[in-house]
T-cell receptor, first 114, second 113 residues
Framework: AQSVTQLDSQVPVFEEAPVELRCNYSSSVSVYLFWYVQYPNQGLQLLLKYLSGSTLVKGINGFEAEFNKSQTSFHLRKPSVHISDTAEYFCAVSESNNNNDMRFGAGTRLTVKP | DAGVIQSPRHEVTEMGQEVTLRCKPISGHNSLFWYRQTMMRGLELLIYFNNNVPIDDSGMPEDRFSAKMPNASFSTLKIQPSEPRDSAVYFC???????????FGPGTRLTVT
């Protein structure tokens, strides 16, 4: 079965600085990849997804991610963060032959400081 | 659309009591998922339904847990009897036909004392 590793449990950054949240996955078949954001006391909201095609995926709120098959990675980036980006970010993977089984990483807590 | 609706948002109960969590998926979505989120184990899939039929309940931790989907607009997750280790946030998510994106509800925070 597929699995996801988020390498950083917490990432503190200053406002307007760039940020990268790292995600690596493991699977023996082709995959679909997702990044979700969770604000306090709320459910998860989809930021972006990779299904096929261009490996650079743009999402909402200025985030983007790049699928790297050789590195089995799907890192999330934003060139300039805002205080409002403070949240928990989850990377998720599902296998193309079973998209009902989505596995989530442990999450990365992004804290943007003024 | 109102999004996925879950109730209650918070539930505090004593050990041994029955707990029922409710979910109303987005209209027209044919798949429904129940997840549990804890600090120790992260986000875990408990069970999912396609067209109201339970497909995979291998994530349900014990027989104390059961889930039903009597129709396309309503699902319940029941814990009987509840235990302190069941304390967690329970999320419901739905997904439309042909899509890979799941839409999450706001969650129910369950505390069992």
């Amino acid at each position: 079965a597929q699995s996801v590793t988020q390498l950083d449990s917490q990432v503190p950054v200053f406002e307007e600085a760039p940020v990268e949240l790292r995600c690596n996955y493991s699977s023996s078949v082709s995959v679909y990849l997702f990044w979700y954001v969770q604000y306090p006391n709320q459910g998860l909201q989809l930021l972006l997804k990779y299904l096929s095609g261009s490996t650079l995926v743009k999402g909402i709120n200025g985030f983007e991610a790049e699928f790297n098959k050789s590195q089995t990675s799907f890192h999330l980036r934003k060139p300039s963060v805002h205080i409002s980006d403070t949240a928990e970010y989850f990377c998720a993977v599902s296998e193309s032959n079973n998209n009902n089984d989505m596995r989530f990483g442990a999450g990365t807590r992004l804290t943007v400081k003024p | 659309d109102a999004g996925v609706i879950q109730s209650p948002r918070h539930e505090v109960t004593e050990m041994g009591q029955e707990v029922t969590l409710r979910c109303k998926p987005i209209s027209g979505h044919n798949s429904l998922f129940w997840y549990r989120q804890t600090m120790m184990r992260g986000l875990e899939l408990l069970i999912y339904f396609n067209n109201n039929v339970p497909i995979d309940d291998s994530g349900m931790p014990e027989d104390r847990f059961s889930a039903k989907m009597p129709n396309a607009s309503f699902s319940t997750l029941k814990i009987q009897p509840s235990e302190p280790r069941d304390s967690a946030v329970y999320f419901c998510a739905s997904r439309p036909v042909g899509s890979y994106e799941q839409y999450f509800g706001p969650g129910t925070r369950l505390t069992v004392t």
